[in-house]
């Protein structure tokens, strides 16, 4: 299996982006798809999660500002961010887990393929 992520870049806070993963190889309908980010120094943190029946959960600092969604045909996830802030500044990772169809993991350690991260730098 392999995850691709895309669209990230330089915006204002205040400002938008939305983040592409294509997949490769697997069953993407039986894959739990998460977004993670780690900023420089710290360590990767949870953004959110879709299951593959598409329920979500996300971290309460994205609560209400990203959205995830899934495209089971083009095999496709995304992150739209909106009201960006300088502290959501890191790279973003996707990832994919093959579960049972509610369940949604939320550590790194819970995931079994990753993307190689996009860069999202948001200025004040």
């Known amino acids: 299996v392999q995850l691709q992520a895309s669209g990230g870049g330089l915006v204002q806070a205040g400002g938008s982006l939305r983040l592409s993963c294509a997949t490769s190889g697997g069953t993407f309908s039986r894959f739990a798809l998460g977004w993670f980010r780690q900023a420089p120094g710290k360590e990767r943190e949870f953004v959110t999660v879709?299951?593959?029946?598409?329920?979500?959960y996300s971290a309460d600092s994205v609560k209400g500002r990203f959205t995830i969604s899934r495209d089971n045909d083009k095999k496709m996830v995304y992150l739209q961010m909106n009201s960006l802030k300088p502290g959501d500044t890191a790279v973003y990772y996707c990832?994919?887990?093959?579960?049972?169809?509610?369940?949604?993991?939320?550590?790194?350690?819970?995931?079994?393929?990753w993307g190689q991260g996009t860069k999202v730098t948001v200025s004040s």
């Open positions: 990832a994919a887990k093959s579960v049972i169809l509610t369940f949604t993991p939320t550590t790194p350690e819970q995931y079994n393929y």
């Open positions: 879709i299951s593959r029946s598409g329920n979500t």
